[in-house]
Structures are given as C-alpha cells and as structure tokens.
C-alpha cells in the first residue's frame, strides 16, 4: 500500500539495525494485517464489491485485502512496490493454484513490483474500484508518494470510480496512540519525516484534494487490535515499520524493552493484549 508503514530511515550513526524482512513479512501477514479486516469488510459491504467489481489495490501487502475481495468473486490487482516479501506471500496467497481458507481467488489476478501502470495489461478492463488500505495519518510525511500513485491511477479507471483512501483516527478514539508515541520519543532527532504524530481530521481530505479527486462520503469502523500475549503484539507492531526509525536512532533490544512496557496497561489478565482502535476512510471519485 504506499510508503506508508514500510518506510526506510538512515540512521544518525550509520549504523544498520539486524532486521529480518521475511521475518517482518511474516508477522505482519500472520498477526497485524488482520487487525484491518472489519475496515476491508466495511468498505466491500458499503460499494457492494462483487463478481462485476474491478479492483486494483495500492500498496496490496501480503494481499489479504485482495484475497477478501476475490472471494466475492471480484477480479483483482495489487502493487506493492515497497516490500517485496509482502508480495511474495501475496502471491502465494492469491495465485490461482493457491488455496487459502478454503477457497479459490476467482477472476483475474494481477500483482506487481512496480507502479499501477504495470497492473494494467493493454486489453485490461478499466478499474471500477481503487483502493488504499494503508492507513496514513500516523507518520509524518507517511502520503508522500501516495499522491503520485493516485494520479498514475485516474488514466486506468473509469470516470466516477471510487477510490478509498483509510487513515488511522483521533488519537483519543486510538488506544494504540499511547503506544506509538515511544516510536516518537525513541527516534529523537529524527523528528520529521517517520515520527508518529496525531491523525488530523483532514488528512484524507487533503491527499485526495492533491490528487484531483472529488471527496464523496466517508466513514469510521471499529479495529481493535488484539494479540495473544505481549510478545506477539510486540512482533505485530513491529512489522509495521512505524518503529523502523527509532530502531535507526537506538538499537532493536531498546525497542523491544520500551515497546513491550508501553504494552502492559492493555494487557488482560489472561495474558492477551488488546487496544480498541477507529479507523477512518474517505471514499473519493474520478472526475
């Protein structure tokens, strides 16, 4: 989905943190990615995704949003030009000989390394849905390149096609706030571009504004985000790369530490973690 949570900082010192991306991948795709599925739900309900519906993902990840919509028997793309090991599972998920939670991705699918361009074949149909799953908001400077994708976007769909654009909520609606605030503190001076900072309410606004597109409803949907036990949520924060830059400005062990005691006023005593989150999507048309 756009730069948004795989972004990559340089460190002050130089020094390249031991990050595994496969190992990343994997937990995103078997903890966090999940964690968004009441938004995905949300949004396919509400345009009524199904066997007519053409949709063309950004910024896909290991493509779960995709796998959803395949099985209402939509036709999918997705780009993922950000993380190669999230397109790797992707693929494995959506390929038409892979099978996952027993059933088959129906219609055609398409999944690049690339720009949007790329997802579009010269007979492919024009795209009747666009989507942006990756939450932005939550990052300073986290649209940078979205933007840039939403226009390459307009030329493939048709006219009047819906493109969603989701972003995280008022911190005060966002358990998970609290916690992202150590990505904050820990990244110091790295302080601009990477460091968490309050959604606002008009930031979907604004990057549909840039792109040309016409806002046309919006809503909020309910994602809270729960794990087995610290060490799982740990893993799942992780993956999303919102802590990349304070592993950069620190090391990994003092993350885990900081991050894992941020975590214990939302653990239960049964040992699971869980923080209710909102999540916000704004639904745009092309003119």
Known sequence: MTPTLVRQHLSHTGATPRMDPSARARDWSEIQERMLVPLYEAVYERLEVGPGTRLLGLGCGSGLALLMAASRGAAVAGVESDCPERLTLARQRLLPETKTWGTRARG???????????????????????TAFEPIGCLAGDSEGLGEALAAVTPLAERGTPVVLAGWGPPERCATSSVLRVATKL?????????????????????????????DGSGRVACPFGYADVDSAVRGLLSTGLFDAAIHATDQVQVDKELAEALHPHQRQDGTVWMPNVFRYLIARVP
């Open 108 to 130: 055609d699918v398409r999944l690049v390394d690339g720009s949007p361009r790329d997802a579009a074949g010269a007979e492919t149909p024009a795209y009747t849905l666009v």
């Open 187 to 215: 990244a110091d001076p790295l302080r601009s571009t990477g460091s968490w900072r309050p959604a606002l309410r008009d930031d979907l606004e604004e990057v549909a504004q840039r792109a040309g597109l016409r806002p």
